[in-house]
Structure formats: C-alpha cells, structure tokens
C-alpha cells in the first residue's frame, strides 16, 4: 500500500503565500505523476497543478503565474507553492500520485487533505 500525507494548510490573507507538501511513502517503485487537486464546499474536485517525474508539469488556468508545482524524486514529496492568494482559492487541497508499485501494479493514490483558506 501508499500513503500520502499533506501537510502545510492553513489561513492566510489575500495577497499572501503558502506552500503545501505531500510525501508517499510505503510500496513504490515509481511515482509515475503528482498532483494537486482542490474541492471547495458545493464544487467538484478540479485539477489545480500536476508534474510528471520527468519535471514536466500542467496548471489550471487559474492559477498559472501564481502557484508552483515541484517535486523531489528522492523523498517522494510534492510540493505547491502559492503565491499571490485569492479568497476563490479558499478549498480543501488534495494531494494526488499515480504510483507504481513494488509488485508493478499502477494504481491512483489520494491524500486526505489539507484545508488552505485565504481571508480578504
């Protein structure tokens, strides 16, 4: 089995910066793609920031020029910088891994996320 572990939310004013990490651990053998999902209250999970092993990474329209998406391959960590915070970024944040594991078998591991709140 992987674990995903989020840590780093929190409250911050608008205008503001926070960073948020997520470490796998447990039966990898690679971690194929990470990523960052948000979900606020009545909305649906959308895709915030992903980035391959490789270092390539895809960010949500809305957030393009403010948030960073970066990883260590060596810790199994991911990491999302935010900058430049928006109360509409106020949402629970997930932490996403398409992971190989020891046994070969790929499979889609989630966090159990972390709240980040921007006040205005």
């Known amino acids: 089995q992987v674990q995903l572990v989020e840590s780093g939310g929190g409250l911050v004013q608008a205008g503001g910066s926070l960073t948020v990490s997520c470490a796998a651990s447990?039966?990898?053998?690679?971690?194929?793609?990470m990523g960052w999902y948000r979900q606020a209250p009545g909305k649906q999970r959308e895709l915030v920031a992903s980035i391959t092993s490789g270092g390539s990474t895809n960010y949500a329209d809305s957030v393009k020029g403010r948030f960073t998406i970066s990883r260590d391959n060596a810790k199994n960590t991911v990491y999302l910088q935010m900058n430049s915070l928006k109360p509409e970024d106020t949402s629970v944040y997930y932490c996403?891994?398409?992971?190989?594991?020891?046994?070969?078998?790929?499979?889609?591991?989630w966090g159990q996320g972390t709240q980040v709140t921007v006040s205005s």
């Open positions: 447990g039966s990898i053998f690679s971690i194929i793609l």
């Open positions: 996403n891994a398409l992971v190989s594991t020891i046994s070969f078998v790929k499979s889609d591991y």
